[in-house]
């Protein structure tokens, strides 16, 4: 049993691993669709950590958590974002805040702090998962500075969205996950922000002939 758990550990530490590489090539992505698919990637990596931690502790509900977030993350999402890029006709997001080497050393220091902040947190869990709770804060300060950086509307609700995979993986690292009611609200909330965030962004390129949300920002100073 003790190596069974051990061997769970490993592929649970793999899976975050692969999530916060994801997390650096989102960072460093600069074309729209490969952004997309990176963003899926991460979520079937969300989603073969859920399925290994509900195999190994037996929590059933977590049966539940990766069915809903392999039906949300790596299908409907991908495919609502896919759509919404084709009918809008973007592809790249060129234009950064700040450049990207300086923003992947941003990240590399939010990483460290991430480690550090989350060390009391893994000696206090009792979690096969607690080795991975700097790793899932970190993907979520790496998803946070990905939406700061970025000039263009879609890019940002894609990394607000990459965030919500470092808060599910975060609750599955520390306490295995949430209760259904919680995820299934939260689910529907991202779902119903997508058909939102998909109606502003035609809005915004019927009105500016463009995603660039400083435009939005230079009308308001006039």
């Known amino acids: 049993m003790t190596l069974f758990f051990s061997f769970s550990s490993q592929l649970i530490n793999l899976c975050a691993a692969i999530m916060l590489l994801l997390g650096f090539a989102m960072l460093a992505q600069r074309r729209i669709l490969s952004l997309v698919n990176l963003f899926m990637m991460q979520g079937l990596a969300l989603f073969a950590s859920t399925l290994i931690v509900a195999h ?109 995979n470092g808060l599910f993986f975060a609750a599955t690292s520390a306490t295995y996950g949430m209760p259904m009611v919680v995820e299934f609200g939260i689910a529907l909330d991202v779902m119903v922000g997508m058909v939102i965030f998909g109606v502003f962004f035609f809005q915004i390129r019927q009105q500016f002939d463009s995603l660039d949300i400083r435009l939005m920002e230079r009308i308001k100073e006039e």
């Open 56 to 164: 190994s502790t037996g929590q059933s509900h977590l049966y539940w958590s990766a069915a809903l977030t392999l039906t949300l993350k790596v299908i409907a999402l991908p495919w609502i974002l896919h759509r919404l890029i084709r009918q809008l006709s973007i592809k790249w997001d060129v234009e950064t805040i700040i450049n990207i080497p300086t923003t992947m050393l941003f990240g590399i220091a939010l990483v460290v702090v991430a480690f550090n902040v989350a060390q009391p947190i893994s000696q206090l869990s009792g979690t096969i998962t607690r080795a991975t709770i700097g790793i899932a804060l970190a993907c979520v300060l790496l998803s946070f500075l990905m939406m700061i950086t970025r000039s263009k509307a879609v890019p940002q609700v894609i990394a607000f969205l990459a965030m919500e």
